[in-house]
């Protein structure tokens, strides 16, 4: 079974493949299942392509995503104030501390934050445990790391295991990139079954060659 790779949007089979291919499915018949040798609808073909790039579009800014403590920083800050106090219940006051934190990150100069704190709510209980945590942070008790490489766990701040490229003081970046591991990983995959499938397709006779199913067998 040679490869030919002068056309391979054609066949990568050569003629003496294909023909043998085509006999035996005369032969067989299969139900006359291949009888038709038709190729992948163009429509068919747009939509997987089209359902492959929604997919990673919509679900790219959320790959390994894992929310910072610059993310509820401003929530910190303001839960201590009488109008958070004077609410009666933990729901009600991180509803409160949500809607003046979004106001807040709208204005930031990073733009993925308003729907970063959509996507990563964060329990009353969980806050009060966190907080002492940012504060230390934000006062300087990160280092030379800042709140953005500080990611929350939970009630844990931890910093960021993120090993970017290596800043003037020598440390790495922990701030999380666009893409995560779980991007590369993803892109691998549907590459390999593309690539798996056109491998498989073009091994068969081109959709030109039909197979005669009057032949008796």
Not at 38 to 44: I, S, V
Not at 105 to 132: F, N, T, V, Y
Not at 162 to 189: A, C, L, T
């Amino acid at each position: 079974m040679a490869w030919k790779m002068d056309n391979p949007l054609y066949s990568m089979s050569s003629e003496e493949d294909n023909r043998k291919t085509i006999e035996l499915w005369e032969f067989q018949k299969y139900g006359g299942l291949w009888e038709g040798n038709n190729r992948l609808p163009y429509p068919f073909t747009w939509l997987i392509a089209l359902i492959i790039l929604t997919s990673f579009m919509l679900t790219m800014p959320i790959w390994g995503q894992r929310p910072s403590a610059e993310l509820y920083a401003p929530m910190v800050e303001l839960m201590d104030s009488p109008e958070v106090q004077q609410l009666a219940t933990g729901p009600e006051k991180i509803a409160y501390l949500t809607e003046r934190a979004m106001e807040v990150h709208k204005g930031a100069k990073d733009s993925r934050l308003p729907g970063m704190l959509d996507r990563h709510p964060i329990m009353w209980e969980d806050l009060q445990l966190a907080a002492p945590a940012i504060r230390e942070i934000a006062a300087g008790g990160g280092g030379t790391y800042g709140l953005e490489s500080f990611n929350v766990i939970g009630d844990q701040v931890v910093l960021g295991n993120f090993s970017g490229s290596y800043r003037p003081d020598g440390k790495r970046e922990r701030v999380q990139p666009w893409f995560d591991k779980g991007f590369v990983i993803d892109m691998f995959y549907v590459s390999y079954f593309v690539l798996a499938m056109l491998l498989v397709i073009k091994r068969l006779p081109h959709f030109s060659n039909k197979p005669d199913m009057t032949k008796s067998a």
